[in-house]
């Protein structure tokens, strides 16, 4: 079965600090990759997507950026770390279909505090 | 004006109640359409994933779908307090690799 990792899983971070989470996915292969923000009470806003190794499509302008160094790796990043990117951070994959993709699937979350 | 639209609630029943989650959309390309459920600081969770109109039960849980009026619906029976959560519907077009959320539904199941 596959599973989908986040670390950490909580975090806190003074302003202008750099930020790197980590998502990785078990028991797939070639899997649609994709960073979400969720902000406190609100829903989930696309940061970035990735269909293959190099490939990372972004959603939002912003100070963070996306790197899919593995097939089943992904990893969010950000120089100088603002107050407004506090936010709850989940990573999801989706099984590849053709040109599209099946349903998604979650990972457990990384929670953001910038002070 | 938003893609998915959903009302924030919160929602609160009581225990045995069946309840009724709705989202509406503009965009007549979405074909596939999910429900999933949030508890509190955790990931969602995959409920429902239906494609096109029709009806898809599992369990407690009706998926319905009404394309003609862009309008999705999520059918609760027997709710338990367990069932308390955010219900988020998601949907996205055929060929096409992002999904559109709506903003969640919180609800409140009272013994």
């Known amino acids: 079965s596959q599973t989908i990792h986040q670390w950490p899983a909580t975090l806190v971070q003074p302003v202008g600090s750099p930020l790197s989470l980590e998502c990785t996915v078990e028991g797939t292969s070639n899997p649609n990759l994709y960073w979400y923000r969720q902000a406190a009470g609100r829903g989930l806003q696309l940061l970035f997507y990735?269909?293959?190794?190099?490939?990372i499509s972004s959603e939002v302008p912003q100070n963070l950026s996306a790197s899919r160094p593995q097939d089943r790796q992904f990893i969010l990043s950000s120089k100088k770390l603002l107050l407004s990117d506090s936010g709850f951070y989940l990573c999801a994959w989706s099984v590849r279909r053709g040109l599209s993709t099946d349903t998604q699937y979650f990972g457990p979350g990384t929670r953001l505090t910038v002070l | 004006q938003k893609e998915v639209e959903q009302d924030p609630g919160p929602l609160s029943v009581p225990e045995g109640a069946i309840v009724s989650l709705n989202c509406t959309y503009s965009n007549s390309a979405f074909q596939y359409f999910m429900w999933y459920r949030q508890y509190s600081r955790k990931g969602p969770e995959l409920l429902m994933y239906?494609?096109?109109?029709g009806n898809k039960e599992d369990g407690r849980f009706t998926a319905q779908v009404d394309k003609s009026s862009k309008y999705i619906s999520l059918f609760i029976r027997d709710s338990q307090p367990s069932d308390s959560a955010t219900y988020l519907c998601?949907?996205?077009?055929?060929?096409?690799?992002?999904?559109?959320f709506g903003s969640g539904t919180k609800l409140n199941v009272k013994p």
């Open positions: 990735s269909v293959g190794i190099g490939q």
């Open positions: 239906t494609y096109s109109s």
């Open positions: 998601a949907m996205r077009p055929g060929n096409f690799n992002k999904f559109y």
